[in-house]
């Protein structure tokens, strides 16, 4: 197999991985405030199996490497969870909505710290590798920090609104969820219009501030 497929594969592999851990941190964030609506429907586990979707989880990741796409993105299936079971009604929706968000990032700060370790002791290859965990978790995490529904940037940001915004921003959500795959179209082509310039820059400029000004993207 040639190194550029061997990479290629493995990238693809991450964004999957770092997708479902993604989701399954939402799950247990809704468990720590008392839903156990993920835990009841068996997705409190990383078995891929229980989270895949056929098009966001496979074949769009792998187009977008396939292709070499400046954009990285994908979904699993979401997580269920029901918001009135959560202990803190006022900050629940908030805090689940932003646990799988602070997970890629947060992997994406451990897997620089061992980039740049690798980088400094000559482990070319470990640091290579690591560096590809840093990028697809840093455009996971901060990709879906983007408040439009129905990312879970608008979730987080709905859930700091006082109650009657957050039941207008909440209404206008449920529209939009009524055009289920479309709606989420619409959310990539608006993304790649008008946001994916700068937010390739800022995702660069994290990166090399993770991993070090001798790695490459």
Do not use: C
């Amino acid at each position: 197999m040639q190194p550029d497929s061997t990479l290629a594969i493995f990238t693809i592999i991450v964004l999957i991985g770092s997708i479902i851990i993604h989701e399954v941190a939402h799950g247990y964030a809704a468990y720590a405030l008392g839903d156990p609506t993920a835990k009841l429907a068996k997705r409190l586990t990383l078995n891929p199996l229980r989270h895949i979707d056929p098009v966001g989880s496979i074949l769009l990741p792998a187009i977008l490497v396939l292709t070499h796409s400046g954009f990285l993105f994908g979904w699993a299936k979401p997580v269920p969870y029901n918001p009135y079971n959560l202990k803190n009604q006022r900050w629940g929706e908030s805090i689940v909505a932003v646990a799988g968000v602070a997970t890629n990032l947060l992997l994406a700060v451990i897997f620089g710290l061992v980039a740049r370790y690798a980088f400094a002791n000559g482990m070319s290859a470990v640091a290579n590798l690591s560096g590809i965990i840093v990028l697809m978790n840093l455009y996971l995490g901060l990709f879906n920090l983007i408040p439009i529904p129905p990312l879970d940037g608008y979730t987080f940001l709905r859930g700091l609104l006082p109650p009657k915004n957050a039941m207008a921003f909440r209404e206008f959500e449920d529209r939009l969820r009524q055009g289920g795959f479309i709606t989420l179209i619409v959310v990539l082509l608006v993304f790649s219009y008008f946001l994916s310039a700068p937010f390739s820059l800022f995702v660069s400029w994290l990166f090399t501030l993770l991993v070090g000004a001798s790695a490459t993207l």
